[in-house]
């Protein structure tokens, strides 16, 4: 047996260890599971909140222990003594409280990421593991001491090695799904991963080097680490499509963490969806900080004394409805500093007051207490009232409200006086039209300002009485059977009464546009605009942030062009950090040289300095004669790129980067021609795909943002650039589109277009 072979199998004795265990705990976790629901819904409430509190429990903890399967060990830390840490996804002790494994987000396993030659600690080498499913196929180890017996040992047992393990993970073929890269983190990621939770993170870096698997690894490790204070808040994390979202949404499951809420901007509040598009100018107007003064002045706007005041008949008198009372009842109801929905209650109670005092003024007599409350309803049931308090004082929902706002040019005119009237016609939309995504801020601040729909919040008070005569009920059972507190509330008595004892903090948390979270990951971060900004910061005042992007792919127009710039007024000039991430781990050299090139021609910053690995023909060009001929070059071409890249197993993916006005045609050419040159069982296979895990894609530079592909072709990038609403725009949509691929980039263009733009 070779020295290598005998690494191998002394790896595959603690790999199939730490397995045996996880095994053994899964087994027990089901176990106590199955023995819980074998209980039925016998017994008291208090023990069947007891019995769900645990099966809940053993459910997460099963949940946990099958998300680290793939990979469960990675690595391996020698110190100065002879002795090994072994590094996985999550911590492993056998019966007797021994260490099998080192979960990667404790102390113990940061020198796994951050030891270097030069500083090491009494760490002398670190070994990396390569597993496929739970079998060890290859070992590679980084001596850290020079002068260690290891460097010899290392040698002949042929493992010396550098940076393969994370080269091999580069070159594998995207699966579209992200992986994590627990395995790989490098020394200047890992320090971001580990910042202190208590302030807004920044991490700029350009395409490849990691910044979204950065910002999800030390979301898994805030968890790790503040876990009594983030369980019951959450974790948020925005990304910027659904596309993303289901890219990455595998990531934090891998490193043993569940139950975090995933959203876009466009679907963050409960009960909106938005699919529409306003474009670019009108997003960028929408997307401004002085939009939420528009708004503000939209919801001020009605509150006001009307023109007409009324006198109500009661009684055989006449009630006058005066304006020092309207005003004084308007002063009150403002001076509760409650929204404006709410505030209304007590406008309206100051108004009938002051209504049944007029009345009473008309007396000769005290009247009993009977007469006045016949006096009050009578008052309430008035329509002439109702219209006027309703005229002073408007009840509201968000939606009405911003729906108003873009179908009347004249309230943009007077809630925005600052809008030119250009910019008034481009805001400007029929009633009813569907909610843009640029909308959802301006919503988010309506039902901000507003509060609830009077409506919904009389239903939620019957609710409400209805749960505290359930919650005094369970406080109640929870005394009679001398438990006052511990794993039992009367809170969980109640959850348990209505069915909702299993419901996770993510589901409560993401149906509810108030619930305020714990930390926030954002990625492609720089695409967000003020008022985004206003609706996250809302949803974590502690402003505990991830912010993952880079301004040099800024599409948006209202997006950050810097990061100081929009991060000073949200968070303060000290209560943010800002850290570069400048090794491009995804494009080839060649590849991320012509991107990096024309970016910076075009006077966009980049903040990467260099790729880490070359790959021959990485960068290929083809010009056609005219736009006759360009389609069929596409799709030819797409056939060699699937041959090449795409697998029957589900693995590889192409991306075909068009003008918006070509996507339709260009697909159905392109397929046409796969269904050509493949069989048709693997043709169904491709076709049948979802959007979200297509193998072969043609798309916009917009859809491809935080995506990567084994190749990419790029087609008419000239017009890509005239389509674009500004040339930074442009210039950001073209050098996202170019650094996509981690082995191959084709640009496929027409000599006109070449005169357009010079690559």
């Given at each position: 047996?070779?020295?290598?072979?005998?690494?191998?199998?002394?790896?595959?004795?603690?790999?199939?260890?730490?397995?045996?265990?996880?095994?053994?705990?899964?087994?027990?976790?089901?176990?106590?599971?199955?023995?819980?629901?074998?209980?039925?819904?016998?017994?008291?409430?208090?023990?069947?909140?007891?019995?769900?509190?645990?099966?809940?429990?053993?459910?997460?903890?099963?949940?946990?222990l099958?998300?680290?399967?793939?990979?469960?060990?990675?690595?391996?830390?020698?110190?100065?003594?002879?002795?090994?840490?072994?590094?996985?996804?999550?911590?492993?002790?056998?019966?007797?409280?021994?260490?099998?494994?080192?979960?990667?987000?404790?102390?113990?396993?940061?020198?796994?990421?951050?030891?270097?030659p030069?500083s090491?600690?009494?760490?002398?080498?670190?070994?990396?593991?390569?597993?496929?499913?739970?079998?060890?196929?290859?070992?590679?180890?980084?001596?850290?001491?020079?002068?260690s017996?290891?460097?010899?040992?290392?040698?002949?047992?042929?493992?010396l090695?550098?940076?393969?393990?994370?080269?091999?993970?580069?070159?594998?073929?995207?699966?579209?799904?992200?992986?994590?890269?627990?395995?790989?983190?490098?020394?200047?990621?890992?320090?971001?991963?580990?910042?202190?939770?208590?302030?807004?993170?920044?991490?700029?870096?350009?395409?490849?080097?990691?910044?979204?698997?950065?910002?999800?690894?030390?979301?898994?490790?805030?968890?790790?680490?503040?876990?009594?204070?983030?369980?019951?808040?959450?974790?948020?994390?925005?990304?910027?499509?659904?596309?993303?979202?289901?890219?990455?949404?595998?990531?934090?499951?891998?490193?043993?963490?569940?139950?975090?809420?995933?959203?876009?901007?466009?679907?963050?509040?409960?009960?909106?969806?938005?699919?529409?598009?306003?474009?670019?100018?009108?997003?960028?107007?929408?997307?401004?900080?002085?939009?939420?003064?528009?708004?503000?002045?939209?919801?001020?706007?009605?509150?006001?004394?009307?023109?007409?005041?009324?006198?109500?008949?009661?009684?055989?008198?006449?009630?006058?409805?005066?304006?020092?009372?309207?005003?004084?009842?308007?002063?009150?109801?403002?001076?509760?500093?409650?929204?404006?929905?709410?505030?209304?209650?007590?406008?309206?109670?100051?108004?009938?007051?002051?209504?049944?005092?007029?009345y009473?003024?008309?007396?000769?007599?005290?009247?009993?207490?009977?007469?006045?409350?016949?006096?009050?309803?009578?008052?309430?049931?008035?329509?002439?009232?109702?219209?006027?308090?309703?005229?002073?004082?408007?009840?509201?929902?968000?939606?009405?409200?911003?729906?108003?706002?873009?179908?009347?040019?004249?309230?943009?005119?007077?809630?925005?006086?600052?809008?030119?009237?250009?910019?008034?016609?481009?805001?400007?939309?029929?009633?009813?039209?569907?909610?843009?995504?640029?909308?959802?801020?301006?919503?988010?601040?309506?039902?901000?300002?507003?509060?609830?729909?009077p409506?919904a919040?009389?239903?939620?008070?019957?609710?409400?009485?209805?749960?505290?005569?359930?919650?005094?009920?369970?406080?109640?059972?929870?005394?009679?059977?001398?438990?006052?507190?511990?794993?039992?509330?009367s809170?969980?008595?109640?959850?348990?009464?209505?069915?909702?004892?299993?419901?996770?903090?993510?589901?409560?948390?993401?149906a509810?546009?108030?619930?305020?979270?714990?930390?926030?990951?954002?990625?492609?971060?720089?695409?967000?605009t003020?008022?985004?900004?206003?609706?996250?910061?809302?949803?974590?005042?502690?402003?505990?942030?991830?912010?993952?992007?880079?301004?040099?792919?800024?599409?948006?127009?209202?997006?950050?062009?810097?990061?100081?710039?929009?991060?000073?007024p949200?968070?303060?000039?000290?209560?943010w950090?800002?850290?570069?991430?400048?090794?491009?781990?995804?494009?080839?050299?060649?590849v991320?040289?012509?991107?990096g090139?024309?970016?910076?021609?075009?006077?966009?910053?980049?903040?990467?300095?260099?790729?880490?690995?070359?790959?021959?023909?990485?960068?290929?060009?083809?010009?056609?004669?005219?736009?006759?001929?360009?389609?069929?070059?596409?799709?030819?071409?797409?056939i060699?790129?699937?041959?090449?890249?795409?697998?029957?197993?589900?693995?590889?993916?192409?991306?075909?980067?068009?003008?918006?006005?070509?996507?339709?045609?260009?697909?159905?050419?392109?397929?046409?021609?796969?269904?050509?040159?493949?069989?048709?069982?693997?043709?169904?296979?491709?076709?049948?795909?979802?959007?979200?895990?297509?193998?072969?894609?043609?798309?916009?530079?917009?859809?491809?943002?935080?995506?990567?592909y084994?190749?990419?072709?790029?087609?008419?990038?000239?017009?890509?650039?005239?389509d674009?609403?500004?040339?930074?725009?442009?210039?950001?949509?073209?050098?996202?589109?170019?650094?996509?691929?981690?082995?191959?980039?084709?640009?496929?263009?027409?000599?006109?277009?070449?005169?357009?733009?010079?690559?």
């Amino acid at each position: 047996m070779s020295s290598y072979s005998a690494q191998l199998q002394e790896e595959q004795q603690a790999v199939d260890r730490a397995y045996d265990r996880l095994d053994a705990l899964r087994a027990q976790a089901r176990s106590r599971l199955d023995t819980v629901r074998a209980a039925g819904s016998h017994g008291s409430p208090t023990q069947r909140t007891e019995r769900d509190s645990f099966a809940t429990m053993y459910e997460d903890r099963l949940t946990q222990l099958r998300a680290v399967e793939d990979r469960l060990v990675f690595g391996r830390l020698d110190d100065v003594h002879g002795a090994h840490r072994y590094i996985g996804r999550i911590g492993l002790s056998d019966e007797n409280h021994e260490p099998i494994l080192t979960d990667w987000r404790a102390d113990a396993a940061r020198p796994f990421y951050e030891a270097t030659p030069s500083s090491h600690g009494d760490i002398v080498m670190r070994r990396h593991i390569t597993l496929n499913f739970r079998e060890v196929v290859g070992v590679e180890d980084e001596v850290l001491d020079v002068h260690s017996d290891q460097v010899g040992e290392a040698s002949s047992n042929g493992t010396l090695t550098g940076e393969g393990a994370l080269l091999a993970s580069l070159n594998a073929k995207r699966t579209g799904k992200m992986t994590d890269i627990v395995a790989t983190i490098q020394g200047e990621q890992d320090r971001i991963i580990r910042a202190d939770l208590n302030q807004a993170v920044v991490v700029q870096g350009g395409p490849g080097t990691g910044k979204t698997a950065v910002a999800l690894h030390r979301a898994a490790y805030l968890l790790y680490t503040h876990r009594r204070a983030l369980q019951r808040s959450g974790v948020l994390v925005v990304g910027p499509s659904s596309t993303f979202l289901h890219y990455i949404d595998q990531v934090l499951p891998s490193l043993g963490e569940t139950g975090v809420v995933s959203r876009t901007i466009a679907d963050l509040i409960p009960g909106i969806i938005a699919t529409a598009h306003d474009e670019p100018h009108a997003a960028k107007l929408k997307g401004e900080r002085r939009m939420a003064k528009a708004i503000a002045n939209a919801v001020a706007s009605r509150e006001r004394v009307p023109s007409h005041l009324p006198s109500i008949r009661i009684n055989g008198f006449n009630v006058p409805m005066l304006r020092t009372d309207v005003e004084q009842a308007l002063a009150d109801a403002k001076r509760t500093r409650q929204p404006h929905n709410k505030a209304r209650e007590t406008f309206v109670r100051d108004m009938l007051s002051s209504m049944r005092n007029r009345y009473v003024e008309q007396l000769d007599y005290e009247p009993e207490q009977a007469e006045l409350n016949d006096v009050t309803q009578q008052l309430r049931m008035s329509d002439g009232l109702r219209r006027t308090l309703n005229l002073a004082w408007l009840p509201m929902t968000g939606e009405w409200l911003v729906d108003q706002l873009f179908a009347k040019p004249e309230q943009l005119r007077r809630f925005a006086p600052w809008l030119e009237e250009r910019d008034i016609a481009s805001l400007t939309r029929p009633k009813g039209s569907p909610f843009t995504v640029s909308d959802v801020p301006l919503l988010d601040e309506a039902m901000e300002l507003l509060g609830p729909d009077p409506k919904a919040v009389a239903k939620q008070k019957a609710l409400d009485a209805k749960r505290a005569e359930e919650e005094q009920f369970a406080k109640d059972t929870l005394a009679q059977n001398g438990i006052g507190n511990g794993i039992v509330t009367s809170q969980m008595l109640v959850d348990n009464i209505n069915g909702m004892d299993a419901e996770l903090t993510a589901q409560r948390a993401a149906a509810d546009r108030e619930w305020t979270y714990g930390h926030i990951v954002v990625d492609e971060a720089q695409e967000l605009t003020a008022m985004d900004w206003r609706m996250l910061i809302r949803r974590c005042p502690s402003r505990s942030f991830t912010i993952a992007g880079d301004v040099a792919q800024t599409s948006a127009l209202g997006g950050t062009r810097s990061w100081r710039r929009m991060m000073d007024p949200l968070f303060g000039e000290r209560n943010w950090q800002l850290n570069e991430l400048t090794i491009n781990y995804r494009n080839p050299k060649e590849v991320s040289q012509l991107a990096g090139d024309f970016a910076s021609g075009e006077g966009l910053y980049i903040s990467t300095v260099n790729a880490v690995r070359g790959v021959p023909d990485s960068v290929k060009r083809l010009t056609v004669r005219d736009d006759g001929l360009l389609e069929d070059a596409v799709a030819q071409q797409t056939i060699d790129l699937v041959r090449e890249y795409v697998a029957s197993d589900g693995t590889g993916r192409v991306a075909i980067i068009a003008p918006d006005g070509m996507l339709k045609t260009l697909r159905r050419r392109v397929y046409a021609q796969l269904q050509e040159e493949l069989t048709a069982k693997e043709f169904s296979r491709l076709e049948e795909q979802s959007s979200w895990d297509e193998q072969v894609t043609v798309c916009s530079t917009q859809t491809v943002k935080g995506l990567e592909y084994d190749a990419v072709m790029v087609v008419q990038p000239g017009r890509i650039e005239q389509d674009a609403p500004s040339r930074i725009v442009a210039a950001s949509d073209l050098y996202v589109a170019m650094t996509r691929p981690t082995q191959r980039l084709l640009i496929v263009r027409t000599k006109d277009d070449e005169s357009l733009l010079e690559l």
